[in-house]
């Protein structure tokens, strides 16, 4: 029976039941305001627990059961060791063997080390993932192969959906490079060390039990702790919590390609004379290839130009870390370490600080870590021409990967897309996004090889480069240009079947992907 929908405020149809669920359609950006208090896990007492502080216990199946695994619970992970993760897989084995159906996976997102948990998707160990999918995992969802509905949410709506109590996580378990016998944990330290546990706060807060999981046990008491051992229940040691050069790369790259170094080169000189990078800004960029050239080249600017960034938040990168030790940028507010250049400033440089996305992303917050932000660099996979993003599904409709903070990071003052013109001959301009993931409004710049569209919205941008000399144009002129090079793209087929739906950061529902159309 197909399911009831309705049309939201970005015109989009969405249902109003998930996974037997209702759920709130999109109002606009701003206009939902949730009531009520924020969810609370069960009261716990001291007493249960050891006295001399020691929650080791022999095995991860040892600490599952403990913790009472049972059909339907909802497990957590975080995704600090990429993918070099060895724990996540091990917990739906362990599921498996133990005879479990119909969980939840509730992970901060997944890699394609991830992918054989199909195998237990496919046995109906788990129901459904709530997190991103990319790869084979992605096909499998997109093929209306998973048994539940996938649910995909920022970082920041994901910590909104654990306090209101729209997803209870019953178990979560999280990997740390160093632990104590209490469960205090950090990201560095130990053969694993990933920098950050940026993305672990509001599991550890507010799950039923909590799981630490290690391979470096050290004297208590781990500090500074990014995981408090008073939330934790048990902690297991294991051999090996990741495989390291796939936790962290040794370098992350910047482009080589012509185009996307030009692209590099015009989003900096736009931020330039545009007069929004200047002394006392702050940014965030990713760890792309094409925005580790736009900090190289925002670097020298400022360097040539006497300035200093207030602070920068990351994801971090070696770039962002010299700026740092270069005096160009006064913090680094740390959710996540790139690479090792980023794991060893947050161990060794009191500047470079852990951050939560607790704290920077969450939308139940007393205020908006992003909206401070003065420039944000992000990508998308298509974008229409009312300047709609999307981050999910590729132009053949199958799902790609997960919103990670983009959502979160639309609300900065100025947000700027740097993306190519097309990828392997498929334009990136569309008439309508396949999958719409942030609202139109919300975007202030598009930088393609060919040209930069400002929104009209944004008149003061509008004004404030006239006479720049830069190439401006409309989107539709980007589109209409794309479209003679590369021809215009056959549109994905979908089937009626909802495979997953797209959460905005409020919690409401903007959008969602449906089952791909057999050939």
């Not at 896990?41 to 249960?48: A, F, K, L, R, W």
């Not at 330039?272 to 760890?287: F, P, R």
Request: glycine share 10%.
């Amino acid at each position: 029976m197909p399911q009831k929908t309705v049309i939201n405020a970005a015109g989009r149809s969405v249902p109003l039941e998930i996974n037997g669920q209702p759920v709130i359609p999109f109002k606009g950006v701003g206009k939902h305001k949730p009531e009520g208090r924020k969810y609370s896990p069960p009261i716990p007492t001291c007493s249960d627990y050891p006295d001399d502080g020691n929650k080791v216990v022999s095995s991860l199946e040892e600490a599952l059961r403990k913790c009472g695994l049972r059909d339907g619970m909802t497990v957590s992970t975080h995704h600090h060791m990429r993918d070099g993760d060895l724990i996540s897989n091990k917990i739906f084995e362990l599921a498996s063997a133990m005879g479990t159906k119909d969980l939840v996976w509730f992970p901060s997102a997944s890699f394609p080390c991830n992918d054989p948990v199909i195998k237990y998707l496919d046995d109906g160990t788990i129901n459904r993932i709530e997190g991103s999918m990319n790869g084979p995992l992605g096909r499998y969802v997109s093929e209306g192969r998973m048994k539940g509905t996938a649910v995909l949410r920022s970082h920041g709506g994901r910590v909104q959906a654990i306090q209101d109590g729209e997803v209870r996580i019953d178990i979560a378990v999280l990997t740390a490079p160093s632990a104590d016998c209490y469960g205090n944990a950090k990201g560095t330290g130990g053969p694993s060390a990933c920098g950050v546990l940026g993305y672990a706060k509001a599991d550890y807060m507010y799950a039923a039990k909590v799981i630490v999981v290690t391979d470096n046990l050290v004297d208590l008491p781990c500090f500074p702790m990014e995981i408090e051992g008073n939330y934790v229940d048990y902690v297991v040691i294991v051999d090996k919590i990741g495989i390291p050069e796939k936790i962290v790369s040794g370098t992350t790259q910047i482009t080589r390609s012509p185009d996307r170094l030009l692209i590099a080169e015009l989003t900096a000189s736009f931020l330039e004379k545009s007069g929004i990078l200047k002394d006392g800004v702050t940014m965030q960029a990713g760890a792309g290839g094409t925005s580790l050239a736009i900090a190289v080249f925002v670097h020298q600017i400022m360097k040539n130009k006497g300035w200093k960034s207030k602070f920068g938040f990351g994801g971090s990168t070696k770039y962002m870390v010299k700026m740092l030790e270069e005096g160009q940028m006064g913090f680094i507010l740390d959710a996540q370490a790139f690479d090792l250049d980023s794991v060893k400033s947050v161990s060794n440089n009191p500047n470079h600080i852990p951050y939560s996305v607790f704290n920077a992303y969450n939308y139940h917050s007393k205020g908006n870590l992003t909206s401070m932000m003065d420039i944000m660099i992000l990508g998308a996979t298509e974008v229409d021409l009312n300047f709609n993003g999307n981050v999910v599904t590729h132009s053949d409709g199958y799902l790609l990967h997960g919103i990670g903070g983009w959502q979160n990071c639309l609300h900065a003052r100025n947000v700027i897309l740097p993306i190519p013109l097309f990828r392997d001959r498929i334009p990136v301009i569309v008439d309508e996004v396949t999958t719409l993931c942030g609202p139109g409004e919300l975007i202030d710049v598009i930088i393609t090889e060919r040209g930069i569209a400002i929104n009209p919205l944004r008149n003061d941008l509008i004004e404030s480069v006239k006479g720049s000399g830069l190439p401006f144009k409309t989107l539709k002129e980007m589109k209409d240009e794309a479209e003679k090079i590369c021809g215009v793209p056959q549109k994905p087929q979908f089937e009626d079947d909802i495979v997953a739906a797209i959460k905005w950061v409020d919690g409401t529902v903007i959008d969602v992907v449906r089952k791909i159309k057999s050939r």
